[in-house]
């Protein structure tokens, strides 16, 4: 935890060199601190329900603490070469770090666990677990951004013409044993009768109280003394980026008794991303043991006394917590101690591993006109878009391990036995991993086109009252890191594992749009609008979670693992169509019919209502059913007064498969949310202000669910997060 709070700043300079030629220069720093839950004030909580049963699994108390810091420069030129033409180049950098530390404590009952609304009990076979920091990572982020344009633009008389260029480069690296610490130290108590306790009604989702037993005496949980001491890990990777843009626009106004304008244009957008995740766990052998006794955390110094003094607590119990810093130590003071499997590292690289080249052509044609004494305006156009995606990923090839026959079936070392008896091409597992797993073997290659139209069309009713209309055809691309062949697993000891496997085949979804609305201005110092629109959407993303069975692992090269059936297997696919209809308004009014003391008051609103309807599986990840916002705006003299609330309602986000622990029609839910703002300035001189601000006033949560129809909403949550709120103030000058 950082010591002091750090100062803020932004500046920008602008420097006339001749009458038609200036440079400008700008630079900034940000700093921001999100101190530990501290279990009392604010807390994490991951709680795992089985659905059908109605018993909490697992329960999991998370505390983190980020530590936000950018600097960042700007410098610009602009140079008039003529009243017509300009011609203007940018070059920004942006150096971004984010350090990230956990405490994490999570708790398994255990097969045959019982309870209920506010409990659970561990069955008496003590096959109850607590893990000890096994989840989230413990990381220093760093990313470069460096960001170049260069654009020259023709404003004549009847002939505008433009052409852009941008290229940009991103670099980010995440450091955990490269910075003095593991990225995960887990530790474990093993063999436990486990029992947590109150969970409560509301603001909480996981007992705060817990006990454990082993052979009916107490253990303390709490005292990471007792915890046997698992298998660090490191998941340090290499992250660069790099895009560039070339874009042309050309226009012609044509006078006449119908004015009217014509548009065409094209571009040329390149993504490239090229990952590299450089993992490894190391098991850890204490002069070769593998008992746990011999692993016990009391027997080693891997306790940080100066940060436990301090150490958040859980719901107020002091915890004695394992360091992976001192862990990190007690590697370099004895390396012996820890063992790496070459094999598995090799194949995690190989799995870890991709690049992709996207790149998009686009050209337009487009005419505006304006009919009946300009009251209406017509837009039409049509755009054509062709993606070329080439990516490469990980090659797992089971079959290119074992010795093959001339005609390429496989050497069978015992045909009297049912089956083909496969025969090794070697003893030594690394070799047989670098047979079987080949980085950027697997290769993906495809594109598709299409033409999009669109009309828009505004008429004036009356000065104040305008109506518009618009249909046009879209598509959505998939995310890019959707697209690239990866399977990446979580931790085991989370409170939810997962195997998150990416469809290569996605495809982008297209829409045909139709938005109708009516505006008004200034009538009674007022401005309002009121819209419909529908979206039909064919090929939906979808997202679908599906438990782990040896057929689904074998499909995706993962069926050396047994471990790996405790695992949920998620993926997104294109779930067929999909139609959004909304309304929407907003309103804006200046409050000038109230008394002078009162002068300078301003309200507004605006509320969208959306009717989601597809698939099952349809995920509508971003599309929220109700949202609301609203705020008023004060100015009077030298203050300015601006506070904000919005409100977003229940969000599906993707379906749950069936199975023993959840019934058939089960999503997972973003729930409703409310978020405060208030920003104020206070001008002390011409040149002069105060400012400050207050993101999330009171607090913000961030509230996952996952239920079917006749969950209690005691078993609905997944993720209880109290994130707290952001202070910033500071003054502000201009010369």
């Known amino acids: 935890s950082p010591k002091f709070i750090q100062p803020s700043f932004d500046f920008s300079y602008l420097q006339p060199i001749a009458r038609n030629l200036a440079i400008t220069v700008g630079g900034a720093r940000t700093w921001r601190f999100k101190p530990m839950e501290t279990g009392t004030k604010d807390t994490d909580e991951q709680p795992t329900w089985d659905l059908v049963r109605l018993v909490q699994t697992t329960s999991q108390w998370n505390s983190l603490a980020q530590t936000f810091k950018t600097l960042q420069g700007s410098v610009g030129v602009d140079w008039r070469i003529s009243p017509t033409d300009t011609i203007s180049a940018t070059m920004n950098y942006r150096d971004y770090g984010l350090y990230i530390t956990r405490s994490v404590l999570g708790f398994g009952y255990g097969a045959g666990a019982t309870g209920g609304p506010t409990f659970t009990q561990g069955a008496a076979t003590s096959v109850g677990t607590v893990t000890m920091n096994g989840s989230g990572e413990n990381v220093d982020i760093t990313t470069q951004t460096k960001h170049s344009t260069l654009k020259y633009r023709h404003r004549g008389e009847l002939w505008r013409w433009e052409v852009n260029g941008a290229l940009s480069g991103s670099a980010t690296d995440r450091h955990d044993i490269d910075a003095g610490f593991f990225n995960l130290a887990p530790a474990t108590l093993t063999g436990v009768v486990l029992r947590g306790d109150d969970i409560p009604y509301s603001g909480g989702t996981i007992p705060t109280r817990y006990s454990a037993t082993r052979a009916g005496t107490p253990v303390d949980l709490y005292d990471g003394g007792n915890y046997t001491l698992g298998n660090p890990t490191t998941n340090q990777p290499d992250w660069n980026t ?65 940060f436990n003094t301090d150490a958040p607590t859980v719901f107020g119990k002091k915890v004695r917590w394992i360091s992976g810093q001192k862990m990190f130590d007690l590697y370099k003071a004895n390396p012996s101690w820890f063992v790496l499997d070459e094999a598995q590292i090799h194949q995690d690289f190989v799995n870890n591993s991709r690049k992709l080249r996207e790149t998009i052509t686009a050209g337009y044609f487009r005419a505006d006109a304006r009919l009946f004494k300009n009251r209406l305006w017509l837009v039409a156009g049509v755009r054509y878009e062709r993606t070329d995606d080439k990516g490469t990923g990980p090659l797992n090839d089971i079959n290119s391990q074992f010795q093959q026959n001339a005609n390429g079936t496989l050497v069978d070392s015992n045909p009297n036995l049912a089956g083909v008896q496969r025969v090794p091409l070697s003893t030594d597992p690394l070799v047989l991993r670098k047979l079987r797993y080949v980085e950027r073997g697997a290769t993906a290659d495809r594109n598709y086109d299409g033409i999009y139209p669109s009309v828009n069309a505004s008429f004036n009713i009356t000065e104040n009252l305008i109506l518009r209309a618009a249909y046009a055809q879209t598509l959505g691309r998939p995310n890019i890191n959707n697209v690239i062949p990866s399977t990446s697993i979580s931790d085991p000891d989370v409170a939810n594992p997962v195997i998150t496997v990416n469809n290569a085949g996605l495809k982008p979804w297209s829409a045909k749009s139709y938005d109708l609305s009516l505006e008004s201005y200034q009538i009674k110092d007022g401005f309002g609008s009121i819209g419909v629109f529908r979206k039909s959407v064919k090929d939906f993303f979808g997202s679908v979670s599906t438990a782990a069975t040896p057929a689904l692992l074998e499909q995706y090269g993962l069926e050396s693992d047994p471990s790996l059936l405790t695992y949920q297997i998620a993926t997104r696919t294109n779930a067929g169509d999909a139609q959004i209809d909304g309304f929407e308004m907003s309103y804006r009014q200046s409050l000038t019919f109230l008394p002078s003391w009162a002068r300078g008051l301003q309200a507004f609103v605006n509320f969208t209502k959306l009717n989601l309807s597809g698939s099952n599986t349809a995920d509508f990840s971003g599309y929220n059913p109700k949202s609301l916002g609203g705020g008023i705006n004060f100015v009077r003299g030298r203050l300015a007064l601006k506070t904000t609330i919005s409100y977003l309602g229940d969000t599906r986000t993707g379906a749950v498969a ?29 040149r002069y202000a105060l400012y400050a601000s207050v993101v999330d006033w009171g607090g913000f949560v961030q509230d996952l669910q996952r239920y079917a129809p006749g969950t209690p909403d005691y078993a609905k949550p997944t993720r209880w997060q109290e994130l707290g709120f952001y202070t910033n103030v500071g003054v502000r000058g201009s010369f």
């Open 242 to 306: 790099q895009k560039s843009n070339l874009r042309f626009d050309l226009g012609r106004d044509f006078l006449g008794s119908i004015p009217f304008t014509l548009k065409v244009g094209t571009a040329i957008d390149t993504f490239t991303t090229d990952q590299r995740r450089y993992g490894k766990t190391w098991a850890f052998r204490p002069n070769g043991s593998t008992l746990a006794a011999d692993r016990l955390a009391s027997r080693f110094d891997v306790f940080d006394d100066a």
């Open 658 to 686: 069936a199975s023993a622990t959840v019934p058939v029609d089960t999503f997972n839910y973003q729930a409703k949310r409310m978020r405060i703002g208030v920003n104020a300035t206070y001008n002390l001189t011409r």
